[in-house]
Every structure is written in C-alpha cells, then in structure tokens.
C-alpha cells in the first residue's frame, strides 16, 4: 500500500467512509496491517527452519529461507486516534513454509507491530518463531517493517531458546502482496 493509500485511508476512516472489515476495522486498514504482520513474521520465521544446521558461524552463518502465510489470527488494536495513528498495535500467527515445500507448514511465527509512522507505512516488530511442535526452539527477531508490497526490510536476531538460545544474526524480508506469500533469508549465528 502507497503512503498516498495509507492517507487516504486515514481521511476516509476518519469521516466514517471506509468500509468496514472484521472487528469494525477498515478492510484497507487491515490489508496494511495484514502485509506488515507478514513481513515481520517472515523476518523471524526464516531463522528457524526445520532441518535447517543450527552452527552457523560468524565467518559462515546458516542461510535459511522461509515463506510465510497469515493465519485468522490478525488483529488491529486501535489505541489512538481513529484510524492509522502512532502507538496502535498489531498481533498475530502466521504459518511458516519452507519454499521447496510450500504447502507443508514447518512451524508458527507469533508477533506483536507497533506502528510507527503511517505515513511512511513504518512499524517496529518483535516476532518470536518456533519451528518444532512443542515450541522449544524459537528465534526472536526484532526490526522496523517497511510495510509496502516490494519493499524490502532487514531486521536482527536477538536471540532464541533451545537450539537457538544464542542466536543473531539478521533477516531480509522481501514484501509481497497483502495475501502473500513473503520471502524472508536469515543469516543465522550460533557458535562464536
């Protein structure tokens, strides 16, 4: 969505004109937050792909790429001002694939966006990936999300559990559509 769309969205949410989507919430408000959730779950997602060396090392990290999907668990808080304003707040589930098997869900991103600036479509994401049934094995990403279809977003590793619990590194999201899918390569550290 273009920073022309997001003000344009905030004009019509704010006179009460935009239609209305799941929870009372715009459907072009959601759509924005929808691609923004995916992005920054593909950011984390990617660190943690199954049968993926977890030993990268500084000189030669673990490359992982994942694609990733949004799952019904997409919810805008609007804490502010009606509509797109500093402070609201995304969460959300998305489904992890790896791209030889993109049908085949590998494991589940949780993530919580703080919006930053609407206008330029900003928002700072915490995203925690897990990549094993019982959940013992995550990364937790954290970045600033362009959230504009094409863009391109790199953010750090900050650590993990498990396997991962001395994960960094960092992530690059490649932005699709709003529906996705999202390409995310990790560069993934665990050994000094």
Avoid: W
């Avoid at 969460?91 to 993530?111: H, I, K």
């Avoid at 928002?123 to 391109?152: E, H, M, Q, Y």
């Avoid at 900050?158 to 001395?166: A, I, L, Q």
């Amino acid at each position: 969505m273009c920073t022309q769309d997001v003000r344009e969205n905030e004009q019509s949410t704010s006179e009460g004109t935009a239609p209305p989507g799941k929870n009372g919430i715009p459907v072009a408000i959601r759509r924005v937050l929808t691609a923004g959730v995916l992005t920054a779950l593909a950011l984390a997602l990617g660190a943690v792909a199954v049968g993926a060396n977890p030993f990268g090392t500084a000189s030669d990290p673990q490359r992982i790429d994942v694609i990733s999907r949004a799952t019904a668990i997409n919810n805008f808080v609007d804490v502010g001002p009606t509509g797109l304003s500093p402070g609201d707040i995304y969460v959300f589930v998305d489904d992890v694939f790896l791209p030889n098997a993109p049908n085949t869900r590998v494991g589940q991103a949780l993530g919580r966006c703080t919006l930053i600036d609407p206008a330029t479509a900003r928002l700072g994401c915490n995203i925690r990936t897990s990549l094993d049934v019982k959940g013992k094995n995550t990364i937790t990403t954290d970045g600033t999300l362009i959230n504009l279809p094409g863009a391109v977003s790199t953010g750090a590793i900050t650590g993990g559990t498990g396997r991962f619990r001395n994960a960094r590194g960092e992530g690059v999201l490649d932005l699709g559509p709003p529906e996705g899918p999202h390409r995310a390569t990790f560069r993934v550290i665990v050994e000094p």
